[in-house]
């Protein structure tokens, strides 16, 4: 009977404290700071660093979960205009450089028709399972998420990526 002792069998204790790990929210996100808008040809990329996750509060988890809801709006009024969306997520470990840990994923994309007319609205979740590095778990964990509106070819339309939610789950297991 050791406290943090996973996997756990039939007749191992389970400790109160290990409760909260299953899966604890430890950061939920609505504010504005990846939302993006781009109404012409070129590109509008916006990013938020949220807050660092320090080691005390990771604690035994081997998995930082990152969902992110985002509303994704894309008009086009002709025909041969290109317009999308889309969203990405960097982790570091405190104090160290970031990386991708998901590149850019299409939330929205118009593509080129016979149809003068494109509206498309959509709510969207993306959930991303990142594998804790012994680093991360030592020195902390912080994420920083990118979104990203596209116009190409002709600049009739629009394309907006706007944040609902994002939020940080720790978790010993996926």
């Given at each position: 009977?050791?406290?943090?002792?996973?996997?756990?069998?039939?007749?191992?204790?389970?400790?109160?404290?290990?409760?909260?790990?299953?899966?604890?929210?430890?950061?939920?996100?609505?504010a504005s700071g990846f939302d993006s808008?781009?109404?012409?040809?070129?590109t509008d990329e916006q990013d938020h660093e949220l807050t660092a996750i320090t080691s005390s509060v990771i604690g035994i988890a081997d998995y930082l979960i990152i969902e992110a809801t985002v509303f994704s709006d894309i008009r086009t009024n002709q025909a041969t205009a290109v317009f999308s969306t889309a969203l990405k997520f960097q982790v570091k470990e405190t104090g160290q450089a970031y990386g991708d840990v998901m590149t850019y994923r299409?939330?929205?994309?118009?593509?080129i028709s016979t149809s003068a007319t494109v509206e498309a609205d959509n709510f969207t979740t993306?959930?991303?399972?990142?594998?804790?590095?012994?680093?991360?778990?030592?020195?902390?964990?912080?994420?920083?998420?990118?979104?990203?509106?596209?116009?190409?070819?002709?600049?009739?339309?629009?394309?907006?990526?706007?944040?609902?939610?994002?939020?940080?789950?720790?978790?010993?297991?996926?």
């Open positions: 009977m050791v406290e943090n002792d996973f996997p756990k069998v039939d007749g191992d204790v389970f400790f109160a404290s290990e409760a909260n790990i299953l899966a604890s929210i430890k950061q939920i996100y609505t808008t781009i109404a012409t040809i070129g299409n939330i929205d994309k118009s593509s993306i959930k991303w399972v990142h594998i804790l590095t012994a680093g991360e778990k030592s020195n902390g964990v912080q994420v920083k998420v990118f979104g990203k509106s596209v116009g190409a070819v002709a600049a009739n339309g629009t394309a907006s990526l706007v944040n609902v939610q994002t939020v940080l789950t720790l978790s010993k297991w996926k």
